[in-house]
């Protein structure tokens, strides 16, 4: 599993605050939690500052990256703000994220063309959100080939098949699912991860559900997530369910959480 | 999901010397326990006692069904005891099981044939067990069409794929999991059941892995379970992972589970 730490939020009130304040030690702190929980990458996002989010962005880059030997995800649909990050960005980050809405589409697509760049490629486009597995597959076919034509590799192209709560639609959980297992098989090489917290929206006891979505996500074949790292009953069931899905060699990884007694929590 | 409450067995020390010792209350309370936690089959097992158990497993059916109003799951393989066990049952019970192995396939048939009884069919075959899907696709595809030749109904059948450790080999999860979604693919109708605990054989936290593992076959198409119905945390997991997978029209199950506590243990 692929793990973008999601904590380095404008939008998170303290989170927010150390970005205006520049306190570079808080941000050093939740990157280095992340990264020592196991985040693949740590992303950034300074969206809510309108006019300076490049600078931002910039800041964020530079102040994680002094911190922790990890690429970032760079969080924003501004290429301004993302060319400002890349500039000054060690290693191969992640953009997060190009989706087929036809500005966004636009302009990003001349800063993925022909490089290393990972990137999230969001199932959405002008029509709005998509709610089957024919819409996702329709997007995701456009978005996939459309990278690939630009030199972007397959096996840096994380979908995000987008997920819709099944508060609104009791089918909304089966349809993601499905799309999951068929991008995956669609396009050999390819990732899928996306943040799965909107599954339980509207509906009580979030965090057990979202648990057991993401252990069904990955019998599905996922194999990232936008999450948040330091939540220990989420790393735990991403854990166990890898190991089911014969993703983690004489369960190694599993016996190593177990010696640490990450499945007391 | 059709839960199969596995706790009355003779195997297990206090059902056996229940059992032996016709203690009627004992096994009244363990029947009415399962069918309160939510078992639609409550499982009767006397194998232990050889030459006995066509006279046990009659007055275990009597027993159970003068407590509560549900059918059994008549569990041996002797078709003798199996009619001592249907003499007496109200109701439509459930036969497990049936396999492919010639001596107990031979006997079984004759009884199933022409009949409403369900029936579980286990993947195993005189070749010994299953370990691909392939090898698992191969005895269901003659055990379905083999009892459904003798007039049984497909939605009658609950097809075991059999479970097996991944501390023996890593891929015996996905293995498994494929061989339910293409089982209930293939046979539309069928119901797919069985016992999960072996698949945490040999590793340790066998309990969460369990719970990981059963999430992660019903997103792969299980609707059946033989199991302790009284393990709160694995009921809890059912209930989110189905309504997860839109088997819970509006949530409601999931919500009345909320509300009697069942995410808080």
Known sequence: MIIIGELINASRKAIGAAIEGKDAEAIKKVARDQFEAGANFIDVNAGIFVGEEPAYLKWLVETVQEEVDAPCAIDSPDPKAIEAGLAVHKGTPMINSISLEKERYDKLLPILAGTDLRVIALCMSDEGM????EDRLKIADKLVNGLIQKNVKVENIFVDPLVQPISVNNTFGVEFLDSVEEIMKRFPGIHTACGLSNISYGLPA???????????????????????????????????????AGKD????????A???KKFEV
């Open 249 to 256: 060699k004489f369960c190694m990884s599993y016996l190593k």
């Open 206 to 244: 979030r965090k057990f559900m979202n648990q057991a979505f993401m252990v069904m996500a990955i019998a599905k074949g996922l194999d990232g997530a936008i999450m948040n790292p330091l939540d220990q009953k989420m790393m735990a069931n991403i854990i166990a369910a890898e190991a089911l």
């Open 258 to 260: 177990f010696r640490a």
């Open 130 to 133: 998509p709610e089957t597995v």
